[in-house]
């Protein structure tokens, strides 16, 4: 069955020609009315080409010199692009209007005209047509777009808007189009060549719908321009990117194996080279049942000063992904029912909000390497992934440098703040909520060689949902190492908790809570010192007074402490490490005096105090309270 007996034989109803007013062909072709804006081809150079400038009306006899003195011209109309390559008999410039580029879904309908000069192989599936090029399939579609043929003879969509809809390239919500991704593909290779040495590039718009795809959307593509093709959706709500398929990524960048739906990252072509000014919104991207918990939804490395806001991951490995993005605005970013939930990675100034993990199974909110950003983050019912009996990080904080953040969690199985290596973090208001139960003894805060700050944050309702077994298998702080200064602010703890002081049995307490190595408040001063005898260590900075007063001395952790019944004279002390100064102190160990561990000083040329035991030490720290 040849062509025109298909089309005979499809059921559909002729579609008589109309007319269109010259005003809506004149907008359709651009403002010079006679230039179209995608292909420069102009009637008035044709004109001046020795050729017609224009054919008549179709299907009449004359020419028509100036496009402007028609009043009404007459256009064909079919269905789909699939009827318009069928037509035959056109005459160059005789324009069809197609009313969806699929039949019958209403969507990348336009004007064409038929270009007896344009060569074939401009076809790219959406803005030149082909029409020896049959219209694939939705299980092959993906084929359409390579040029095949060189000889004269092309359709031309007349469409001057400044940005370039995806569905002019077959976009299609038939759950058996699989190859949505290659329609973006070439919507954004549209556009990049659009964009070809302009400063802001255009932009793909997505429509409504869900469309299925097969391979990763690549926004990093090969050019000069390290502009990346804005990509805008309608909402996460409205526009729905649906993966089929884990297959990776192509062959044309410096990492190999990831799996996204969509992936941003430098070219091996661009090498150092960053993309920047990336642009993306309003979508959600999710995945096929059968692929649940694989790859990423959302990946991009080394795409700074970036806009990414009003985007959902759904059902994947890694939710959403973004690292060494600095300069990068990030809103309402949200990961549901992922294996891991959000990562912000690496990068300075990275400012966002309504950044939310819902029911993630292991780390909700993953915030590594990131510095000098402010964020503002939640996570709801995540860290449910039993395989650990301690439930998952509701925030994990490694390496992170000058962050602030506003940071609650809700139903969190775990710790909640995971804060290692970290310096001038500072987490300000919030509140966690009905923890879940764990398996084993878990703190809610894990701290190890860091500097934190929380600021007017609420624990005191986190457990209250629980039994009172599960509750004792949470504690409130852990702390490795003796490294951290951390501080709690105008913050309200749990009476279930010892290391968090309650008021009374049913209140929680609220006000300060801190620890530090070392501070000083109008001349009181508190410090820490390990004694141990293989080292001096530094005990209170004296270069700005006279004679200091120990007024506690106590161990924390074993029953001794020390009594300083004389003032220390700084000019009393030696200044000789080798010749040190026994000072008059009285170690007493479970309430008896014991003189085995006199404490020797000596001042240092640094303004400090420094100080070791006679004998062993014991390894233990002792906590001071100072007078100067």
């Known amino acids: ?92 410039g005789q324009i069809f209007e197609v009313i969806s580029y699929h039949d019958g879904m209403n969507m990348g309908g336009d004007l064409f005209m038929w270009s007896e000069s344009q060569s074939k192989s401009l ?24 040029a095949k043929n060189s000889t004269g003879g092309v359709w031309v969509r007349l469409n001057n808007k400044s940005e370039v809809a995806a569905e002019n390239y077959g976009l299609s919500d038939n759950l058996a189009m699989v190859w949505n991704c290659a329609a973006i593909t070439a919507a954004l290779n549209k556009a990049k060549m659009l964009s070809n040495g302009l400063s802001t590039p255009k932009k793909v718009i997505l429509p409504s719908g869900l469309f299925h795809t097969t391979n990763a959307i690549e926004l990093a593509l090969s050019s000069l321009n390290t502009r990346v093709v804005p990509l805008i959706g309608q909402g996460r709500f409205k526009t729905e990117l649906r993966k089929t398929t884990n297959h990776v990524i192509s062959n044309n960048y410096p990492i190999t194996g990831i799996d996204a739906v969509i992936f941003v990252h430098p070219t091996t072509a661009m090498g150092a080279s960053g993309l920047f000014g990336e642009y993306t919104e309003g979508m959600t991207l999710s995945r096929t049942s059968a692929i649940n918990k694989t790859g990423y939804g959302y990946y991009a490395k080394g795409s700074p000063i970036a806009t990414r806001r009003d985007i959902g991951c759904t059902g994947h490995e890694q939710g959403y992904w973004q690292d060494d993005c600095w300069m990068s605005q990030v809103n309402q970013i949200y990961a549901v029912t992922c294996k891991k939930g959000i990562a912000i990675r690496g990068g300075t100034s990275v400012n966002g909000a309504n950044i939310y993990a819902d029911r993630c199974e292991q780390i909700a909110i993953d915030l590594r390497g990131l510095t000098y950003s402010n964020l503002t983050v939640h996570a709801d019912g995540c860290g449910t992934d039993t395989t650990s009996n301690t439930g998952y990080p509701a925030i994990n904080l490694q390496f992170v440098k000058g962050c602030t953040l506003t940071a609650s969690t809700e139903r969190h199985r775990g710790t909640e703040f995971y804060i290692q290596y970290c310096d001038g973090l500072v987490v300000n208001g919030g509140r966690s909520l009905n923890a879940v139960a764990v398996g084993a003894s878990t703190p809610r805060i894990f701290i190890q060689d860091a500097v934190v700050q929380f600021n007017g944050y609420s624990w005191r309702y986190v457990l209250d949902n629980l039994t009172a077994a599960d509750k004792a298998l949470y504690t409130f702080l852990q702390e490795v190492g003796i490294n951290s200064a951390w501080s709690f602010n105008e913050c309200q703890g749990n009476a279930q908790w010892s290391d968090f002081p309650a008021q009374v049995a049913d209140t929680a307490y609220i006000g300060s809570y801190k620890k530090s190595r070392y501070s000083e408040d109008s001349g009181l001063v508190k410090a820490t010192v390990l004694h141990n005898s293989g080292a001096w260590k530094k005990l209170c900075y004296v270069a700005n007074t006279t004679h200091i007063k120990v007024l506690s001395c106590i161990c924390p952790v074993s029953p001794r402490y020390y009594d300083f019944t004389a003032v220390i004279r700084k000019a009393a002390v030696s200044t000789d490490s080798a010749n040190p100064t026994i000072l008059t102190a009285q170690q007493y160990t479970n309430d008896v005096a014991d003189n085995g561990q006199p404490l020797q000083a000596y001042m240092g040329t640094d303004g400090w105090l420094y100080i070791k035991p006679s004998a062993g030490g014991a390894n233990y720290d002792f906590r001071y309270v100072i007078a100067k």
């Open 1 to 92: 069955m040849d062509q025109q007996e298909e089309l005979e034989h499809s059921g559909k109803t002729p579609i008589e020609p109309k007319t269109l007013s010259r005003r809506k062909l004149l907008a359709s072709m651009g403002m010079a009315g006679v230039a179209m804006a995608v292909t420069g081809y102009s009637l008035e150079a044709a004109s001046e080409r020795g050729q017609p400038a224009w054919p008549g009306q179709p299907g009449q006899p004359g020419n028509v010199q100036v496009l402007n003195e028609w009043n009404e011209t007459v256009i064909r109309t079919v269905h789909s692009i699939s009827e318009l390559i069928q037509q035959s008999g056109m005459l160059d």
């Open 123 to 146: 076809h790219d599936g959406g803005y030149f047509i082909d029409p020896t090029i049959a219209v694939p399939n939705f299980a092959t579609f993906n084929t359409y777009y390579a």
